[in-house]
């Protein structure tokens, strides 16, 4: 296990490299001059003020100097300046990250506990009432939009019983309706990927042997079925957090929230283009991180994973 891990953690250098030349590189495909960005477009910085400026940030530089050096910076926690906030970077995505990541979190885990018990239900009661209702509940959710369910969510638990807080962030109450928002889609589509993965393995010999050696029906769910049919719901979990890092900005507009969603479009319309460009890489890292995770699991889940 030890070493399969060392082999994932090293395989995830050349993505980081890979990732900070890709992020290194729009800083010189995108149109526009960011000393202009710098000193204001209003044309008051004489030539010579901007000349300064280019050899103080380096861009007079050959290229790969200036990659080299970037690399360097980034991984010294070095991300640049806001030119909108002048503060750095790194500080300000991880002050307004942290909300859309515990959005995010908070998104993930009713998803679990909401769309897995679901799952095994419609698996469980095939052809039968439980798996109708089941899956009529994860085509609702597939196919509510989130700004729609969060607007209808303040009306309803907000403004008319008054349970929760409709907008802003801190505290877990004020967590409870946008994440219910933003997990209802990835709830319904665990539900349906639980339901297709247990059928599968509920018709392996190993399930029907074991079955014929008279263990009770929960036990053979519980204790061979479901922990193989996990392996694809892990995936899921892995390619469901980018979706959700990336797709929070709706929820976070609809509540009123700060996140990174928001940071980020906010630092499109102001040009604010350090903000964007560590806001790419930020979202890849967390990316790249969970991923690295989910890889790990499935060594936990399947021991086969590990030695191949």
Request: hydrophobic letters at 55%; aromatic letters at 10%.
């Amino acid at each position: 296990m030890t070493a399969y891990a060392a082999k994932r953690v090293l395989s995830v250098v050349p993505v980081l490299v890979g990732i900070t030349a890709f992020v290194f590189l729009m800083l010189h495909l995108v149109p526009g001059d960011p000393v202009i960005l710098l000193l204001g477009e209003g044309g008051v910085a004489s030539p010579q003020a901007m000349n300064a400026l280019r050899h103080e940030l380096g861009l007079t530089d050959p290229l790969p100097l200036q990659f080299v050096r970037y690399t360097r910076d980034v991984s010294r926690g070095n991300w640049g300046r806001s030119i909108r906030f002048n503060r750095p970077v790194l500080a300000l995505l991880i002050e307004n990250g942290r909300y859309t990541i515990e959005l995010a979190a908070a998104a993930l885990t009713i998803a679990v506990v909401a769309g897995l018990p679901l799952g095994i239900l419609a698996a469980v009661q095939r052809t039968r009432w439980g798996d109708s209702a089941a899956m009529f509940v994860s085509l609702v959710g597939v196919s509510m939009p989130s700004f729609w369910l969060g607007a209808m969510l303040i009306f309803a638990f907000s403004l008319h019983f008054k349970w929760f807080p409709a907008i802003g962030q801190g505290g877990l109450n004020r967590l409870v309706l946008p994440g219910i928002a933003l997990a209802f889609a990835p709830m319904a589509s665990l539900a349906r990927l639980v339901r297709s993965s247990l059928l599968e393995i509920l018709g392996e010999d190993y399930v029907r042997t074991a079955r014929a050696k008279g263990m009770a029906e929960r036990a053979v769910i519980l204790r061979h079925a479901l922990r193989n049919a996990l392996i694809p719901v892990v995936t899921f979990f892995g390619l469901e957090t980018g979706r959700l890092l990336g797709g929070a900005f709706v929820v976070e507009t609809v509540f009123s929230r700060i996140g990174l969603g928001r940071t980020i479009v906010n630092a499109i319309l102001n040009k604010d283009f350090p903000v964007v460009q560590g806001a790419v890489l930020f979202v890849a890292v967390l990316y790249v991180a969970v991923n690295l995770v989910v890889d790990l699991s499935y060594a936990v889940l399947d021991p086969r994973v590990r030695f191949e």
